[in-house]
């Protein structure tokens, strides 16, 4: 059971990240799309921050990683390096579970 | 590469409570590892993982993690004309490619940086069999991912790559609308789909014209 879905997961995301760049390249695409494709990193980012941070799978959630997130968010902000951010998310997360 | 690095060690902690998940979900060491080796989608790993975990069955992990992962979709098409060669090759060369690698290597004009691209997937690539290889063995030495406060890392990681964006004064509007849109969704779309509709907001980046 656990291989098929290994190979399956393999696939599956094999397919995906293939779809673009075999349906789209190798054509020019037109002068707009430029700006959409500039445009597409912070929303994408944005909302997996928002779906990890708070939701729970289906549902809304605030819990303690919320509050790790949120002192990294502010850090990184401040212009603490990444693996700070990373530890100190980690470490508030742990520490408010631990409460 | 460098521009890489810190990604790379976040994906490092991820991936290694990637395996200590994977093990307490019944994987052996060796399917842990092979999982990150050969599927290398952290997000996907995670969502497939956690259905499979709680007894969801092959079909509904399998399309959760492809939910999941449909973000690549828009992001492929994204990247395609950036890459060289016919079809194939475009789509092999699309493999390696992970949010992060993704980002750093999107230039202002809508174009990608393939030696940013490829250098800095393939240190997050290192990292994360490392991480997992750790996570896989070590599993019991660590304990509860959780109660280490691990899965903070997952969204200060996109955090991270968030603030640079934002810092270089790009993509406030569009970062603002697509995280409302995803929050908006959460509780009506399975999971992921919150994420690729968010990826319409980058249609704002029309509005300039």
Known sequence: MIWPLIGSLAAVTFAIKAFGPLTVGGRELPEWSSRVIASMAAPILAALVVTAALADGEEWAIGPDTAGVSVAGVALWLGAPVPVAVFSAAAMTAGVRAL | ?209
């Open chain 2, 1 to 209: 590469m460098r521009a890489g690095l810190p990604y790379a060690l976040a994906g490092f902690l991820l991936s290694l409570s990637f395996g200590v998940l994977a093990r307490n979900a019944g994987f052996s060491p060796l399917q842990a590892i092979v999982t990150s080796a050969i599927v290398y989608a952290g997000s996907a790993q995670f969502a497939g993982l956690a259905i499979f975990a709680s007894g969801g069955g092959l079909g509904p992990a399998v399309a959760a993690a492809a939910l999941v992962n449909s973000r690549f979709v828009p992001m492929g098409i994204a990247l395609a004309p950036s890459l060289p060669g016919g079809p194939v090759k475009r789509a092999v060369q699309g493999q390696p490619v992970v949010d992060a690698s993704w980002v750093l290597a999107g230039r202002e004009d809508g174009t990608f940086d393939r030696q940013m691209l490829f250098w800095s997937s393939a240190i997050q690539y290192v990292t994360w069999q490392t991480g997992t290889v750790v996570g896989a063995f070590a599993d019991e030495l660590i304990g509860d991912p959780e109660k280490l406060g691990l899965d903070a890392i997952f969204p200060t990681f996109f955090l991270a790559l968030l603030i640079a964006e934002l810092k270089q004064g790009r993509g406030r509007l569009t970062a603002l609308v697509g995280g409302l849109i995803a929050f908006a969704l959460v509780p009506f779309t399975p999971v992921g789909v919150p994420v690729l509709a968010a990826s319409l907001a980058a249609f704002l980046g029309l509005r300039r014209s």
